[in-house]
């Protein structure tokens, strides 16, 4: 069992940062792949980065290319996600997830993903 805590979410003008991070508990967090993903209202859980157990492989979904960066500290049990040059669409609830997966896969649907944090909002201005 794994739980996750999200934190670092708030509001910030468009192109500004923030860095969202995903605190584990329990089990051999350094052997799971983890995501991050983010749900707007209305819209569908959608798949933003993922990273896997030893950092050395990472996807992102193409909108964010360039702006966000995933990164792991398997040490604190935390995963990170640096979000800069946002934008209004990039608000949205943003989740983050894990499973476990001892290989260079990085998992990008939520079916993949066995454990969820709470989420936390992130809100941009335009």
């Known amino acids: 069992q794994v739980q996750l805590v999200e934190s670092g979410g708030g509001l910030v003008q468009a192109g500004g940062s923030l860095r969202l991070s995903c605190a584990a508990s329990?089990?051999?967090?350094?052997?799971?792949?983890m995501g991050w993903f983010r749900q707007a209202p209305g819209k569908e859980r959608g798949f933003v980065a993922g990273i896997s157990w030893s950092g050395s492989s990472t996807y992102y979904t193409d909108s964010v290319k360039g702006r966000f960066t995933i990164s792991r500290d398997n040490a604190k049990n935390t995963v990170y996600l640096q979000m800069n040059s946002l934008k209004p669409e990039d608000t949205a609830v943003y989740f983050c997830?894990?499973?476990?997966?001892?290989?260079?896969?990085?998992?990008?649907?939520?079916?993949?993903?066995?454990?969820w944090g709470q989420g936390t909002q992130v809100t941009v201005s335009s």
């Open positions: 997830a894990g499973e476990p997966l001892y290989s260079d896969y990085v998992p990008s649907y939520v079916h993949e993903y066995e454990y």
């Open positions: 329990g089990r051999a967090f350094s052997r799971h792949a």
